[in-house]
């Protein structure tokens, strides 16, 4: 007991010092509790999140995958693997990206409903984007917004695949996901000058100027330029 609670002091330190932003302090925290208590799951993820925020993704899927044998509840299962997936996703390279996949198909079944299952749809038709499975995508992203009708990197994301297939009905269906996106984002530079060249390609000029107008304004006040989420 007293070996646990000194971990968990250590762990906590760590916690505190990441948020900081002081990494290497958190990092030698972490080792520590873990050197304490080797199956302390709590300090086992919060070293794997550390890991990945520091680009160090062979590290922080070996850690998430240990947390995973500490046989953790299923919310925290669902959150290991959720992680894990972002990391394998993260490395870029395809058996990685279906590693991935695989990881948020079993989140999903670790625990089921509300913003996590959003975020897991999310996050496995993005991964399935980059492989070029661009069906199961658009039912992954569309998935996900009946999770969560808000979810504004679906919203994007939808739209970029969308807009990519050029039929006219695509196209529309891509217009109508960047305004959903920009009603909840108004500022987002990107999803308006998007907008833009959508509207252009169908032809409303006016609809047209008026975004890319309301892009330059974004711009100007501070807005974020990104179009899409990841």
Same mark, same amino acid.
Do not use: W
């Given at each position: 007991a007293a070996a646990a609670a000194a971990a968990e002091r250590h ?36 070293? #794997? ?15 998430? %995958?240990?947390?995973?044998?500490? *046989? /953790?509840? /299923? /919310? ?10 972002? *990391? ?7 058996? *990685?990206?279906? #590693?991935?996949?695989?990881?948020? %198909? ?61 039929? /006219?009905a695509s196209l529309e269906d891509a217009v109508a996901d960047y ?7 108004? %500022? ?19 609809? #047209? ?10 711009? *100007? ?10």
């Amino acid at each position: 007991a007293a070996a646990a609670a000194a971990a968990e002091r250590h762990r906590a330190a760590g916690y505190k010092a990441r948020k900081a932003g002081d990494l290497d302090v958190a990092l030698a925290r972490y080792t520590r509790a873990l050197a304490i208590h080797p199956a302390l799951f709590s300090a086992r993820f919060d070293r #794997a999140f550390l890991y990945h925020q520091m680009g160090q993704l062979d590290a922080s899927v070996d850690d998430y %995958t240990a947390a995973l044998a500490a *046989s /953790p509840d /299923p /919310p925290a299962a669902a959150a290991t693997l959720f992680n894990r997936g972002i *990391s394998l996703d993260c490395k870029g390279d395809e058996a *990685s990206t279906r #590693a991935a996949i695989d990881d948020f %198909t079993a989140s999903l079944a670790a625990h089921r409903g509300g913003a996590h299952a959003a975020d897991a749809l999310h996050n496995r038709g993005y991964a399935r984007r980059r492989l070029g499975e661009h069906g199961g995508a658009l039912a992954d992203y569309t998935a996900a917004l009946a999770c969560d009708p808000a979810h504004i990197r679906a919203l994007l994301n939808r739209a970029a695949l969308l807009a990519r297939s050029g039929t /006219p009905a695509s196209l529309e269906d891509a217009v109508a996901d960047y305004r959903a996106a920009l009603a909840l984002e108004g %500022t987002n530079v990107g999803a308006h000058h998007l907008l833009g060249g959508l509207l252009e390609r169908l032809g409303r000029e006016e609809e #047209a100027v008026a975004a890319y107008r309301a892009s330059i304004d974004a711009a *100007s006040s501070g807005g974020r330029a990104s179009s899409r989420g990841s």
